[in-house]
């Protein structure tokens, strides 16, 4: 236990070592990350397990380092890059589409209200009565007969 490595140290003595300070180290602890100990109201620590936890995140790092290191084909950057103008093209035509379909039913709901507003008859001898709301004039009348 008097080995040099096994020295116990304080938090303070601990963030000398490191990049870290003693209020992170403590909360190294506390998270089980590092080992360390508290006696009368003060965090300690071994040399040891600082060297340790720094390796680990050193290692760590290094392997997320390896992970980003991948190569990509450049046939594959190329097709990612045509099938991403085929998508905005697809998304211009539904586009395109929804605006064409949104003008037409707005107008068909306008020419369905306007005639909702008249009733239109027709008796047995086969004329054609409209009927006006009070408060609109009308000069022109357009009958189509149909539908």
């Given at each position: 236990m008097n080995n040099s490595k096994d020295k116990v140290i304080s938090l303070n003595e601990a963030s000398r070592?490191?990049?870290y300070s003693p209020d992170y180290l403590g909360l190294l602890i506390r998270k089980g990350r590092l080992f360390g100990y508290k006696?009368?109201?003060?965090?300690?620590t071994t040399q040891e397990a600082v060297e340790n936890y720094l390796r680990k995140v050193a290692e760590?790092?290094?392997a997320?380092?390896?992970?980003?290191?991948v190569e990509v084909p450049a046939e594959k950057i190329k097709m990612a890059s045509v099938n991403f103008r085929?998508?905005?093209i697809l998304a211009g035509v539904i586009f395109t589409g929804a605006v064409l379909f949104g003008a037409y039913a707005y107008v068909k709901s306008k020419e369905d209200s306007a005639c909702a507003k008249y009733k239109v008859r027709k008796d047995e001898a086969g004329n054609i009565t409209i009927e006006v709301p009070k408060n609109e004039n009308v000069k022109n009348i357009l009958v189509v007969q149909g539908e």
């Open positions: 070592m490191t990049p006696e009368k109201g003060k965090w300690w760590a790092s290094y997320h380092r390896e992970n980003l290191k085929w998508t905005l």
